[in-house]
């Protein structure tokens, strides 16, 4: 049901999470993020309370990897989804068993691209490479790893939502745009970008 990029700049040490569903308001229930800790994003059947939870314990000095070995006895965790980025942009994931449809996750250095109910495996790949190879900044390059991963097949079916949010040195997103339903969110959201873009 969705696919995402959760990343940290390592030059601003900016964190982002870009993500897209055929879930209405997708960003809203499964991105978080906390300005010098870390972002989280859970999907598949999500649980919000595993975002909120990993950053607590990122914010507390765990690793990625730490906050999700804590985070795999939180009930019913075989139907998450999980992505993490910490401070110092190491990097975890996970994909339950009971994930929908095909799932796939790839990680590379802070960042990690991750989905569900995708029309193959090779969409996460696909959003890696774009995040890789874009020369713009940081919003914009998961912006564009987003689109990659529609070009790629996106979801096995149309999405309707997508959301792009980042966090820098304040306590609030110095990004954070949604579009909550729409037939071409992606696009809508690359709309919304270009008009806010000048405004951070």
Known sequence: M??????????????????SSSSPAVAARCAHLRAGVGAV???????PRLGKRGLDLMAAGASAHAALESL???????????????????????????ALGIHSIVEGDGVVCAG???AGHD??????A???????????RLLAALEAGLA????AGPVHSAGLVVVRDVDWPIVDLRVDWSDT?????RRVWELYAPQI
């Open 2 to 19: 969705t696919f995402s990029i959760t990343a940290r700049c390592p030059a601003s040490g900016m964190f982002g999470i870009a993500i």
């Open 41 to 47: 994003a859970s999907q598949n059947i999500t649980d």
């Open 123 to 128: 969409v996460p790949r696909a959003m890696m």
């Open 152 to 155: 790629a097949g996106g979801e």
């Open 130 to 140: 774009a995040f890789e190879a874009a020369p713009s900044d940081f919003p914009a």
């Open 116 to 118: 569900n109910l995708l």
């Open 72 to 98: 795999r006895a939180s009930p019913f965790i075989d139907f998450r989804q999980l992505a993490l980025v910490d401070a110092a942009g190491r990097t975890a994931a996970l994909s339950g068993a009971g």
């Open 185 to 189: 969110p992606i696009a809508d959201l």
